[in-house]
């Protein structure tokens, strides 16, 4: 599993639970950080959306890390959320070229070492997308709820769990 942190982090850790372990135990969960969201200080601290996604924490493919190779492996992305798919579509597209880059160093054809790829989210807004994932990616797409396009609050991005609760059970 590969996590886009920090929404796909606890997710990526819940559904690890409820998967089957391979012979080499417990599925890992690696993390790449990603950010399309900026804080706008004027407004209290609420979101908006960015207009590019920056990375601010990758995979390391160097030869001293080759355990972490993902050719040949059935890759699970995690995220909180897909609400205009533009991470998402950014994450799927590097992690590919990533796949591409190191079956070339190790002498393969693209796509020769069958790595293949997935999402999973907890919430698929349904509005229209600003990217579009490729087909063998939306074959393996899964979607815990599919929603209306509205705001959510994680509990783990709460500044005050207690009123968040409370809020939440409000709203139930």
């Known amino acids: 599993m590969i996590a ?4 796909g982090f606890i997710p990526a850790r819940m559904l690890r639970t409820f998967l089957k372990k391979t012979e080499r135990g417990n599925i890992p969960i690696q993390a790449i950080g990603l950010s399309l969201y900026e804080e706008l200080a004027n407004a209290g601290g609420e979101e908006k959306p960015g207009t590019q996604v920056q990375k601010t ?4 493919f160097g030869a001293s890390h080759s355990e972490i190779s993902l050719l040949g492996r059935r890759i699970l992305i995690v995220d909180e959320v897909d609400d205009t798919r533009t991470t998402l ?9 990533d796949v591409e880059a190191e079956e070339i160093r ?16 907890l919430h698929n807004k349904l509005k229209p997308k600003k990217r579009d994932l490729p087909e063998d990616i939306m074959k393996n797409y899964f979607a815990a709820v599919e929603m209306p396009d509205q705001w959510l ?15 939440a059970n409000k709203n139930a």
Do not use: C
Request: proline share 4%; no cysteine.
């Open 4 to 7: 886009i942190g920090g929404g």
């Open 57 to 60: 924490q990758w995979l390391n």
């Open 89 to 97: 579509a950014y994450a799927v597209e590097e992690l590919k070229k």
């Open 106 to 121: 190790r002498g393969m054809k693209p796509g020769e070492s069958k790595t293949t790829f997935g999402v999973f989210v």
């Open 153 to 167: 609050v994680y509990p783990w991005d709460a500044l005050d769990i207690e009123s968040h609760t409370e809020l």
